[in-house]
T-cell receptor
Framework: SAVISQKPSRDICQRGTSLTIQCQVDSQVTMMFWYRQQPGQSLTLIATANQGSEATYESGFVIDKFPISRPNLTFSTLTVSNMSPEDSSIYLC???????????FGDGTRLSIL | QKEVEQDPGPLSVPEGAIVSLNCTYSNSAFQYFMWYRQYSRKGPELLMYTYSSGNKEDGRFTAQVDKSSKYISLFIRDSQPSDSATYLCAMTSDSSYKLIFGSGTRLLVRP
């Protein structure tokens, strides 16, 4: 399976600031996704990162808060904007290498907002 | 009611025990079923991936899907302390890439 690298692995940020998380894959993949895992809870899909076009957001998530880029088939970024303590969470990138293939995950970015 | 229900545990067993982890779901359209293992401070790691009903075995791990009961299971034989982790079930339908996850079960295997 693809090797997925996320940066940073963790960060502590001030309220009101923004942070961009990077996801790099060692091979071209068809689909890239961003998930959130809040403390003690399961994973929730934020959006699908579409190569060359705007991301597709799930209900409850908006582009102004979570802008996403995907300039090519191996790289994507998620920005968490105007952060508040409620944004403290683990943000995970996942990839799907083809139709009917399972998703594989990076190790996540652990974000704490003070 | 959540689409996927999973007992959060923790489940504590002695080394060598057979472990049974389960999820129930409500959406009959789910066709793809996955089990992920997540160690502390790591991302979910795919363990088992099955389509529709039936059993799948991989080493010490067996995944079972009973679509008539909307119930899936993961069995771990000869459990080891290294199996201590959170186990997440996930599923999706033919027409969707969106994974719906259970809340995860914490497993502790005591030496």
């Amino acid at each position: 399976s693809a090797v997925i690298s996320q940066k940073p692995s963790r960060d502590i940020c001030q309220r009101g600031t923004s942070l961009t998380i990077q996801c790099q894959v060692d091979s071209q993949v068809t689909m890239m996704f961003w998930y959130r895992q809040q403390p003690g809870q399961s994973l929730t899909l934020i959006a699908t990162a579409n190569q060359g076009s705007e991301a597709t957001y799930e209900s409850g998530f908006v582009i102004d808060k979570f802008p996403i880029s995907r300039p090519n088939l191996t790289f994507s970024t998620l920005t968490v904007s105007n952060m508040s303590p409620e944004d403290s969470s683990i943000y995970l990138c996942s990839v799907e290498q083809g139709v009917g293939q399972p998703q594989h995950f990076g190790d996540g970015t652990r974000l704490s907002i003070l | 009611q959540k689409e996927v229900e999973q007992d959060p545990g923790p489940l504590s067993v002695p080394e060598g025990a057979i472990v049974s982890l389960n999820c129930t779901y409500s959406n009959s359209a789910f066709q793809y079923f996955m089990w992920y293992r997540q160690y502390s401070r790591k991302g979910p790691e795919l363990l088992m991936y099955t389509y529709s009903s039936g059993n799948k075995e991989d080493g010490r791990f067996t995944a079972q899907v009973d679509k008539s009961s909307k119930y899936i299971s993961l069995f771990i034989r000869d459990s080891q302390p290294s199996d201590s982790a959170t186990y997440l079930c996930a599923m999706t339908s033919d027409s969707s890439y969106k994974l719906i996850f259970g809340s995860g079960t914490r497993l502790l295997v005591r030496p």
